[in-house]
């Protein structure tokens, strides 16, 4: 069970680190638009449009860490590798 125990381990720091690093990129885009739009109000249409691309791109790499974790804790392809190895150790 230790196999298992390590996937889910790996899934959560994995998610961890995910949107850990999603959430200060999209704080600092904010920011800087924000920043930019005060700056000159003029060019508000063409920033905003800008920060929401680049946060749709920076959305994306949570999106995919989600699915790499899913794939660790469900479509794991080592999984019946590892019950039956567990099977004949067990016998």
Known sequence: ?????M?????GFGMAI????TGIGQGLAVSRAVEGVSRNPGASGKIMTIMLIGL????????YVLV????ILFAN????IVVKALETVAK
């Open 56 to 63: 749709a791109m920076i959305e994306s790499l949570a999106i």
């Open 1 to 5: 069970m230790e196999f298992f125990t």
């Open 18 to 21: 995910g949107a850990f690093g």
């Open 77 to 80: 392809p080592y999984k019946d």
């Open 7 to 11: 996937c889910m381990l790996a899934a």
């Open 68 to 71: 790499v974790c899913l794939i």
